[in-house]
């Protein structure tokens, strides 16, 4: 073990990740090295393929494993059952990563990973690749010395939840029979920081919504026509600008945060006593100075209260030097990562009568939904939650923090309410893994502390359940 120090004990399936460190690497760098980009129909091959090795790797390993195609990218659908009367594990994970670009940006090539400083350099290495392939590698590591897992273990991976597909969300609910489990494990986020292990129990929603405003059916001369009309792109800005006070950093749509649930005071305490530092996250971003809704610190306004920000704005001249021209649209991409008890589909009419309230006449504005996702916020206690916690000290050698997380897991929401199990949200990244940006990383030893996690967990499980029976 690398933690000498920690109190925990060293089953044979802990030392065989130990002596099979190379092959678990090598592995995940050969899933890396496939381009399952979901998002742009001109890797849909690729994206196959990435399932079809999954697929393979959980057959070779001892586990019923099959493809289930849909009407978007295939699910990797996995089980090895042992009996009813043990609990059953549900793994998530996704295949399917985000488009690379940059390209220019990148140290080496985003699909031909580089292992340096410890490090793993390649688009998916933790965004979810490196971290679902954890999982797999821990349940080989039981199997290849056990012969058989103490607990029952299913693996339902996705190759669409970067691109907001939902064929999963139309599997799980066609499928939660077949799918029925004792809790939900996903390793597809972020520790508070390096080597503090941390349990999430809440994501935000999201409503991505997407605005265009056209005015005159052309462009026209600036000065010609500059003061008859109304400018669609000073008609944009004006209503991006519509969209938050500027000083208090409230969103200003009507009924934004009426269904907003207040931080509880531990929440707050928590939140509080964790290790923050202003200046260092500013610096760990290039910015002079956080700014958000008042009343709140940086981590509340992350993790716990809704946010409205524009992803994308686009019009008019983008070329070199001047150009005099009144473009005849433009247009804008604003997500909402929303709280509970937000709801996407109330939001979305109400950003859209907003939008329109505030602009300006002369111009018409075409809004529409790109894709939406409930919040959720569980309840961090039973015994799954003591298993983790369990499993985290032991292996990372201290406690678990309990943090909410900014980003969302669209199909959450949808295990939490169709098979009514707790989530267990286990993040080995790091925030400065460069997910969906050019340089992603995952650490090494992440990868395999993330392996000695799951390792621990299901084992940990099978001991509760035998404690249960005897
Ligand atoms: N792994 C992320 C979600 C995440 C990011 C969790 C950071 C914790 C910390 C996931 O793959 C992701 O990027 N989700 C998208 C969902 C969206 C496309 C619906 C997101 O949050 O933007
Ligand atoms: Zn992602």
């Known amino acids: 073990m690398t933690n000498s120090d920690s109190d925990q004990p060293i089953s044979p399936s802990l030392r065989w990740v130990d002596e099979n460190h190379q092959a678990c690497l090598d592995g995940l760098l050969d899933y890396l090295r496939i381009p399952s980009v979901s998002t742009d129909p001109a890797y ?38 042992k009996s009813p009367e043990l609990p059953t594990v549900l793994f998530y994970g996704h295949y399917d990563v985000q488009p690379p670009d940059p390209l220019e ?43 058989d897992l103490p607990v029952n273990v299913r693996f339902l991976v996705e190759g669409e939840e970067e691109s907001g597909g ?59 026509y500059g003061g008859a009309l109304t400018n669609p792109l000073n008609a944009l800005a004006q209503i991006v600008g519509a969209l938050r006070d500027p000083r208090t950093g409230k969103v200003l749509i009507p009924g934004f945060y009426d269904d907003v649930r207040d931080l509880e ?20 971003i290039g910015i002079s100075e956080t700014f958000g809704e008042e009343g709140f610190t940086t981590l ?3 993790w716990a209260r809704p946010t409205c920000d524009v992803n994308g704005i686009w019009g008019g001249y983008q070329g070199a030097g001047a150009k005099t021209v009144i473009a005849a649209h433009g247009g804008a991409k604003v997500s909402m990562r ?8 109330v939001l979305a009419k109400a950003f859209e009568a907003y939008v329109r309230d505030v602009a300006p006449v002369g111009v018409d504005v075409a809004v529409s939904v790109h894709s939406d996702a409930l919040p959720v916020r569980f309840d961090v206690e039973g015994p799954f939650m003591d298993a983790a916690q369990e499993a985290l000290k032991q292996v990372w050698g201290r406690p678990a923090v309990k943090v909410r997380e900014g980003g969302s897991i669209p199909i959450v929401q949808t295990f939490s309410e169709v098979l009514d199990v707790p989530v267990l949200l286990i993040g080995f990244g790091l925030s400065d893994d460069c997910l969906h940006a050019p340089n992603e990383k995952f650490g090494v030893e992440n990868f395999y502390q993330g392996i000695r996690t799951t390792v621990r967990l299901l084992e940990l499980m099978g001991e509760q359940a035998g404690a249960g029976q005897s």
Do not use: N
Not at 54 to 68: F, N, P, T
Not at 131 to 145: G, M, P, R, Y
Not at 338 to 345: A, H, M, R, S, Y
């Open 265 to 284: 005071a531990w929440e707050r305490e928590q939140f509080a006593a964790l290790p923050f530092d202003e200046k260092d996250y500013c610096d760990s």
């Open 338 to 345: 929303l709280v509970p008890d937000q709801d996407p589909k």
């Open 300 to 302: 509340e306004r992350v």
């Open 105 to 147: 940006l990148w140290t080496s090539p985003p699909f031909e990973p580089r292992v340096e400083d410890g490090k793993i350099f390649a688009r998916g290495a933790t965004d979810d690749k490196g971290q679902s392939w954890a999982h797999v590698k821990a349940v080989e590591a039981i199997l290849a010395t056990a012969g």
């Open 166 to 224: 939902e064929a999963i969300e139309h599997f799980v609910r066609a499928s939660a029979e077949e799918l029925r489990s004792d809790c939900v494990v996903i390793s597809d986020s972020s520790m508070y920081a390096p080597g503090q292990p941390s349990l999430l129990y809440g994501l935000k929603g999201l409503l991505y919504m997407e605005m265009l405003v056209t005015g005159p059916d052309r462009d026209l001369h600036s000065g010609s």
């Open 44 to 81: 849909g091959d690729e994206v196959a393929r990435c399932s079809r090795y999954l697929d393979d790797e959980l057959r070779r390993i001892g586990l019923e494993s099959r493809i289930v195609e849909t009407e978007g990218h295939p699910l990797v659908v996995a089980e090895r059952i």
